[in-house]
């Protein structure tokens, strides 16, 4: 199945999925169809601010029509963020979506996990991940370190790599989240923070949601489970 991606926010991300989606279809000894669309991440912190879904669905819509007629059967989102307008896009996208969020909430459910931390953008940890982890099974950052996490994972997208202070608050929220708030795990929800984590021990348990999103494309890219 031909994959059309919708990149760009943030580039650093969009290249996570491309490696990651090569290296499973080699090692599966599949062929890989894939077209990139590039979207900008200005536009997606602008509308997410405020508030703006159907317009950024509208922007996400158009990018898939390019990815369909480029040959592509199935499209996704390559941002957790991006997925604030995901019902609004579902509604008019030209191509049927991967979404990242039911991937993710599955992955939950298949894990068993009582209650996982997160983190990732302010909307994201407020939500519970746009609502689809229910209110109890989820832990997020406390008083100023919510805004603290919010701010260093939009800086740290933005720029595409982690700063030595970004990568120390994730740690620290992280370590606050499994210890003082009984979480199982913690879920990197943002795309980006494998920027964060890659190569080095947080001492606690991580779900990369980005890793399981990329997983589900190439399950429906493949076929195989």
Known sequence: MHLGLIGGIGPAAT??????????HAEADQQLELTVAHAQIADLVRNQTTGQAKAQA??????????????????????????????????????PLANLVTAVSEYVDDKKLKRVGLIGTRLVMETG???????????????????????AYVGMA?????????????????????REQGADAVLLAGTDLFLA???????????????????ALFRKSTGLS
């Open 15 to 24: 290249e996570y999925y491309y490696r990651g989606l090569v290296r499973r």
């Open 197 to 215: 984590y890659d190569g080095h021990e947080p001492g606690f348990p991580v779900i990369d949601s980005a890793d399981v999103h990329i997983d």
């Open 158 to 178: 933005l720029k595409g790599e982690a700063t030595e202070a970004q990568r120390e608050l994730f740690f620290r929220v992280g370590r606050q989240l499994v």
């Open 58 to 95: 509208e922007i996400f819509a158009a990018l898939i029509a390019r990815l369909k007629a480029a040959g592509a059967e199935i499209a996704a989102v390559t941002s957790l963020g991006g997925h604030f307008c995901i019902q609004e896009l579902e509604a008019i996208s030209p191509l």
């Open 129 to 151: 991940v746009y609502g689809s982890l229910p209110a109890g099974r989820f832990a997020s950052p406390q008083g100023d370190d919510l805004q603290a996490t919010h701010d």
